[in-house]
């Protein structure tokens, strides 16, 4: 084999081999391309996925709003239930005052 017998073979082989990389790439990126129907069902999905997070934000604006109607609802009666226990004392208190006047009476 000569010189140029070896420079044609090398110059074939780096052609087919060149032939061969496009037609892989092109393969590629026929196989891998994104359709318009691909793109329409990620907007769907965009979209989709922006109302939950919308719905999943209100939630929580709800909750916490809730939440803070239960602990001043909370603090309310608490603080109504110690009123009580102070005026319940103090009637009993005041009966024991009463009882005790009653037998001092009773006693002369």
């Known amino acids: 084999m ?3 017998e070896f420079i044609v073979a090398t110059a074939i082989v780096l052609f087919v081999a ?3 990389g496009w037609f892989a790439a092109w393969l590629m990126a026929r196989l891998t391309r994104v359709t318009q129907a691909d793109m329409g069902q990620l907007e769907q999905m965009a979209r989709d996925l922006h109302e939950a997070e919308e719905a999943r934000d209100a ?3 709800r909750l916490e709003r809730r939440e803070a109607e239960l602990g001043n609802a909370l603090k ?6 110690r009123a009580a226990m102070d ?3 103090d009637a009993r208190r005041e009966a ?3 009882r005790a006047y009653i037998e001092r009476q ?3």
């Open 2 to 4: 000569n010189g140029t």
């Open 18 to 20: 060149f032939a061969l």
């Open 59 to 61: 939630a929580a604006a």
């Open 76 to 81: 309310q009666c608490q603080a109504e239930l």
């Open 87 to 89: 005026g319940l004392r």
């Open 96 to 98: 024991e005052e009463l």
């Open 106 to 108: 009773n006693a002369r």
